[in-house]
């Protein structure tokens, strides 16, 4: 697991560390899906028959962060709207795109515990953290993140 639970005081958020930023952008979208899961959904997800596909979403100016939103707006929507549970995606980012080659599974099929209205822009962050730096630990519940890599965060409206 590359990503936490961001702790808040009334909605829910996760701080995501990965190599580079379409992996944290895979990362933030997993954690996402699992936050909303129950363990018994999870259980089941993971054994469901899966579909392939290719999730595409644009980026304004070229604005990675806004993309992050855009991204988990999308898998957010498609979840509740068209019946497509993310299960696992492959990201990447090139000519102002987040192309995903994703798995899916019937979302009516995957009981859910927490229910995520939207993504917020409050404490977000995508950022590269060069090597050396260090992003600080969130009480005990994140560890500190040594660069090189990305970080993501994100809070979600529940």
């Known amino acids: 697991m590359s990503w936490w639970i961001l702790p808040t005081t009334a909605d829910i958020g996760l701080r995501a560390f990965c190599e580079d930023a379409a992996g944290a952008l ?3 979208a997993c954690g996402l899906q699992e936050i909303q899961m129950s363990p018994k959904g999870a259980d089941s ?3 469901l028959p899966r579909t ?8 304004a100016d070229d604005d990675l962060e806004r993309g992050l939103v855009r991204w988990l707006e999308e898998v957010l929507y498609r979840g509740s709207a068209e019946g497509q549970w993310l299960c696992e995606a492959e990201v990447s980012v090139a000519d102002g795109k987040v192309v995903a080659r994703v798995e899916w599974v019937d979302s009516e099929m995957v009981e859910r515990e927490v229910e995520v209205k939207a993504i917020t822009m409050h404490e977000l962050a995508l950022v590269e953290v060069i ?12 560890p500190s993140f040594e660069g090189p890599g990305w970080m993501a965060q994100v809070v979600f409206d529940i």
């Open 26 to 28: 895979s990362e933030a």
């Open 45 to 47: 997800a993971a054994s």
């Open 131 to 142: 090597e050396g730096q260090v992003i600080p630990g969130v009480d005990s519940d994140i």
């Open 52 to 59: 392939s596909d290719q999730w595409t979403v644009e980026l």
